[in-house]
């Protein structure tokens, strides 16, 4: 029987950071990573980066962005809107325009600097909702910088995820896990922003390159998980160990990788790059990728022990 094609069966756009994701039909690739994924964060009293492993009530959090919003070399208007809900919440409505105000002392991780601040309402909103004194920021591509870690990517940056602008997930790897679990969880737990069909499972571990349309993505780590993936992302309710119980039993360094000094990590998902220097003349052209769209595998590695973690 053929061998079927490599396709995109989803893209995820995360507005704010570790808040609920939107399914779209395409998105723009930037080098920071999607337009519009994790442009915004939501910050404590001291600037801190709130995210699920200590506010899990971020996953009811919901973002809408105008339709057009994902069409390449779309410009906002004083009437595009970040419309924000979350259950008890009137909707509230971010102004897509560039903010007046910014936040000094903004830090998420290795992170430090400025940020757009989206002011009093959307202060009050957050601050009401999660319970504490809270802020709504922007990140700012203007001023600020934040490298990718350069063992691993040197020269890429990206917005407020986690450390690289890209993951990528398949289905048949969360079919392959949904097998052993108890209880199946949907691909929400894990946050990817491209979800492939067609695809062995875990066959992501392997890729170290990849092309969508004339865009060439690197893969440049396994994605490591924290407890983020035992959140219900419907209820807003931590599992106590699941799914990651499960995945220390066959996607651990522990397993994978038994040559190496094990580290406690769990595995589920390829980081990836935009490798936008030898992308059509470093990125002139089309940048849109949709569902349904095709994937070529351009370099693997031979095996998942291999693979950079």
Known sequence: MEEQALKIQSIFIYPIKSCRGISVSQATVTQTGFQWDRYWLAVNYKGRAYTQKVEPKLALVESELPKEAFFEDWKPTKNSFLVVRAPGMSPLKIPLTKPSL??????????????????????????DYLGKQS??????????????????????????ANT???????????????????????????????LVDNCDPF???????????DLVFQGVRLCSRCK??????????????????????????????????????VFFGKDMVWNWNITNNQGKGNKTIKVGGSISVLRMISSVSEAAV
């Open 102 to 127: 910014v936040a000094e002392g903004v830090s998420m991780w290795e992170w430090s600097g400025s940020a757009f601040d989206e002011g009093e309402e959307a202060a009050k909103w957050f601050s």
């Open 228 to 265: 983020l993936p035992t959140v219900n992302q419907e209820t807003g309710v931590p599992d106590a160990t699941e799914p990651i119980e499960t995945l220390m039993k066959f996607r651990s360094d522990k397993v994978l990788m038994p040559h190496k000094k094990p580290h406690g990590k």
């Open 203 to 213: 066959g992501e571990d392997l890729w170290d390159e990849i092309k969508i349309n």
């Open 135 to 160: 802020r709504l920021v922007r990140f700012n591509k203007e001023t600020e910088t934040r490298h990718s870690p350069p063992e691993y990517a040197s020269g890429y940056t990206t917005t407020f």
């Open 164 to 194: 690289f602008p890209f993951m990528v997930s398949s289905q048949s790897s969360l079919d392959k896990l949904n097998t052993i679990l108890t209880e199946p969880v949907p691909i929400n737990r894990f946050r990817p922003n491209i």
